[in-house]
């Protein structure tokens, strides 16, 4: 998704690193070339991705613009995996205090639902709600780029095999197998900009501090290649199994360091 102002996209990134939304998208997805975009990327296992409540902060330059909380569980009825996210805005982003998102996957991280809104007061502001399944995704989003009333917008996509929803690239990576990869290819589908190819190195192991402690990490060099543009990322992830997002480095500068872990997460 389009990011503004320092809201990271994860838009990730979105991921809450999701954190980037900007009030205008790109539409009419259906129907997409996907010549370039059918591999189906490394096997992931979900078991890799360490579960619970994860705080996390951002900053620019030293300076603090964010907090937000991303909360992994496995749902025992379905064996799922359900990833929450609330981010906080330092200050006002367009009117909106905070964003709220939600993403759950199969064991092998194949999307099956993904929503997000922001947040004004106690007004939840739908962004998108998609369903995924037998290579598409449908649902919908809502522009807000000529008005500030929303008008909803259909999303019907054909996808490639091995698609990842664009909230959770970062823990595709974390899925897979980093001790013994160098390279990692996937796609990635946001309603706003479509399918985007993901290809990341993994480098040596390294020490890293963040506010949580130092770890033992493997910094991971990530791009995202966009319809208009490139995007370069830089992820730090735990050595250690199950995997953890300890920080990621943003184009934009921002920087999401983690703060915390706690848990288990409550199912929901």
Not at 77 to 100: M, V
Not at 110 to 116: E, V
Request: charged share 25%.
């Amino acid at each position: 998704m389009e990011k503004a102002s320092w809201v990271p996209n994860h838009g990730k990134k979105a991921r809450w690193t999701c954190l980037c939304v900007a009030l205008g998208f790109s539409l009419g997805l259906t129907g997409q070339d996907q010549s370039l975009v059918n591999s189906a990327g490394p096997l992931r296992d979900i078991a890799r991705v360490k579960t619970g409540i994860f705080e996390y902060r951002d900053s620019d330059h030293g300076r603090q613009v964010g907090s937000g909380t991303i909360t992994i569980q496995r749902l025992a009825d379905s064996g799922n995996l359900s990833f929450i996210a609330k981010a906080d805005f330092a200050e006002d982003f367009s009117g909106f205090h905070s964003q709220r998102w939600e993403a759950v996957t199969s064991p092998e991280l194949q999307p099956i639902f993904a929503r997000l809104a922001f947040l004004r007061g106690d007004e939840v502001v739908p962004v998108f709600e998609l369903r995924y399944e037998s290579g598409k995704a449908t649902g919908f989003i809502v522009s807000h780029k000529d008005s500030t009333q929303g008008i909803k917008q259909t999303v019907d996509a054909l996808l490639p095999n091995g698609i990842v929803d664009q909230r959770i690239d970062w823990a595709a990576i974390l899925a897979s197998d980093l001790e013994t990869r160098e390279h990692i290819e996937f796609n990635v589908f946001d309603p706003g900009t479509g399918i985007s190819r993901v290809t990341a190195e993994i480098g040596p192991s390294e020490e890293l501090r963040v506010p949580a402690g130092t770890f033992g990490a493997f910094r991971v060099d990530y791009q995202m290649e966009k319809p208009n543009r490139t995007e370069h990322y830089r992820l730090f992830v735990t050595r250690k199994l199950p995997h953890v997002m300890l920080r990621e480095d943003f184009p934009n500068g921002v920087v999401s360091e983690l703060v915390r872990i706690s848990g288990p997460a409550s199912r929901h």
